[in-house]
């Protein structure tokens, strides 16, 4: 049987016991592992310094969540995260990989599409509308200060308002933060994502 544990026994690289969290830190793996079963080992990682740890988690929570009544419609779960998924890939950080993936599989029940949005979201077979959004992404990704207002006109031409310019904008931005840290940190995948929605 292969070995589906992560390839070292710690949550990261960091040579640090486990974190025993603060209530609101507490508070937080509650709301995640209630959300998708286990809490992230980022979270576990930020646990050390509990004041990033609730940051990142109102961020995230705040780019991934759907708008309230009143407010202007935004992207949907699917297009979130495919951002998420199409900029971690690009920045090859596979905690983030398997998380979203594992998302991406919830809310699809399609495994094939997400394993061929997460090796090459060109061949993903994706509408124009979701081209744009992953070309936006991956120019957010790579080289940020290149894009000129020309690039919004183009999301525009693919049926994007300007409320869901700026949600992807935020979502692409705060998934290269989150890459950057669980890769710089060497935070191990989750198994449970890796598992999930098979």
């Known amino acids: 049987m292969p070995d589906t544990n992560p ?60 708008q309230p009544e009143g407010q202007p419609r935004g992207l949907t779960a699917r297009e979130r995260e495919m951002i998420a998924l199409v900029v971690s890939a690009e920045n090859r950080c596979e905690a983030c990989i398997f998380g979203h993936a594992a998302a991406l599989r919830g809310i699809t029940g399609d495994a094939m599409f997400v394993d061929l949005l997460a090796a090459n979201w060109r061949h993903a077979g994706l509408s124009p509308r979701e081209h744009a959004l992953a070309d936006y992404a991956i120019r957010i990704t790579r080289a940020p200060g290149e894009i000129g207002p020309e690039v919004l006109d183009g999301l525009r031409a693919a049926g994007i308002s300007e409320p869901e310019i700026l949600d992807a904008a935020f979502i692409a931005a705060y998934f290269n933060f989150s890459n950057r840290v669980n890769s710089s940190l060497g935070v191990a995948v989750n198994a449970d994502a890796w598992r999930a929605h098979r």
């Not at 793996?29 to 646990?47: C, F, L, M, P, S």
């Open 7 to 66: 390839p070292h026994a710690g949550v990261s690289w960091l040579r640090l016991p486990e974190a025993t969290p603060t209530p609101e830190v507490q508070e937080v793996y509650d709301r995640t592992e209630k959300r998708i079963g286990y809490v992230r080992n980022i979270q576990r990682t930020a646990a050390h310094r509990p004041a990033l740890a609730i940051a990142q988690d109102a961020l995230s929570r705040a780019v991934n969540s759907d």
